[in-house]
C-alpha cells in the first residue's frame, strides 16, 4: 500500500470496499489488481480515494472512479437560452441572420432551431 494511503481511516474505508464487494457477489480482487488501484487511488490523495470508495459503495458499483465534484457538490448545467419567450427585435435579427427568407409573422411559427439561433446569437 502506498504511503499516502498508510491511515487508519484510509484502511478502513478499504475494508469497507471489500467488504461491499463480497456483499454484492462481485469478483474477488486478485493482488495485481489490488495493486493496481492502489497505485490510482495514491495519484488522486489520500481523502479523495476515500470519497472514491464512498462513491462507489454509495451507488453500489463494482470498480472505482475519481470522483467528479469536490465535496459532493455538482457543477450545474449552463443555463439553456428561453426560445418560447419573443425577443422584441426577433424579426429584425432573423432578417439579418437569414437575408432572403420569408419571415413568419408569428415567433411560435420558426422552428425551434431557428428559435434557438437568434436567442442565443449576440
Known sequence: MPNCLLTEAFKAKWAEYVAHRRASHFKPLKPASVAKQWAKLAEWGHDRAIEAIDQTIRNGWQGLFEPKAV?????AP???????????????????KWPGITIPARWADLSATMRNDL????
Open 71 to 75: 465535496s459532493g457538490h455538482a457543477t
Open 78 to 96: 449552463a443555463p439553456r437560452p428561453d426560445i418560447y419567450t419573443e425577443p422584441a427585435d426577433w424579426r429584425l435579427k432573423a432578417a439579418a
Open 119 to 122: 436567442v442565443a446569437a449576440p
